[in-house]
């Protein structure tokens, strides 16, 4: 996939990224959620996905939708529109079998923006500095 999917984690946040076998699950989640946040959607995408294939969230279709959503943004970021446009339809259907909410995560914030990013993409938006949308927990733009 090259190089350019994996983005360089340094200091504080590469040391959080490596001790996270150390935190519990929604600890995790929420380490999750602020890299997503500040652009490392490659690393929440591995950290969700530890979670989905290990975790007490095992095959959670809302779990899935979220490692997809991270996924696409970094197949947005590499240019690659497609790959993007198609995860984040594999994301809506995920999300269309769930309803609540996830480690604090409201189901439908997340339908929300996942909508948002389609239309972004839709209306040839490029991805910019940064993922378009912020993922939240308790209504907390970020986990710290």
Same mark, same amino acid.
């Given at each position: 996939?090259?190089?350019?999917?994996?983005? @360089?984690?340094?200091?504080?946040?590469?040391? @959080?990224?490596?001790?996270?076998?150390? /935190?519990?699950?929604?600890?995790?989640? *929420? /380490?999750?959620?602020?890299?997503?946040? %500040?652009?490392?959607?490659?690393?929440?995408?591995?950290?969700?996905?530890?979670?989905?294939?290990?975790?007490?969230?095992?095959?959670? *279709? *809302? &779990?899935?939708?979220?490692?997809?959503? *991270?996924?696409?943004?970094?197949?947005?970021? %590499?240019? %690659? @529109?497609?790959?993007?446009?198609?995860? &984040?339809?594999?994301?809506?259907? %995920? /999300?269309?079998?769930?309803?609540?909410?996830?480690?604090?995560?409201?189901?439908?914030?997340?339908?929300?923006?996942?909508?948002?990013?389609?239309?972004? &993409?839709?209306?040839?938006?490029?991805?910019?500095?940064?993922?378009?949308? @912020?993922?939240?927990?308790?209504?907390?733009?970020?986990?710290?």
């Amino acid at each position: 996939m090259g190089s350019r999917v994996r983005e @360089r984690l340094t200091g504080d946040w590469l040391a @959080r990224y490596e001790s996270r076998g150390s /935190l519990d699950e929604s600890q995790r989640f *929420a /380490l999750g959620v602020d890299l997503f946040n %500040n652009d490392a959607a490659w690393h929440a995408h591995e950290i969700w996905e530890e979670l989905w294939q290990e975790g007490s969230r095992k095959r959670s *279709a *809302a &779990l899935q939708a979220l490692i997809q959503l *991270a996924a696409s943004m970094v197949h947005w970021r %590499n240019k %690659n @529109r497609h790959g993007a446009y198609t995860l &984040l339809h594999r994301c809506r259907g %995920n /999300l269309a079998q769930e309803q609540g909410s996830i480690f604090g995560s409201q189901i439908s914030e997340i339908k929300e923006k996942t909508d948002k990013v389609l239309m972004l &993409l839709d209306a040839g938006a490029a991805y910019g500095d940064g993922p378009p949308v @912020r993922l939240e927990i308790d209504g907390e733009g970020t986990a710290a």
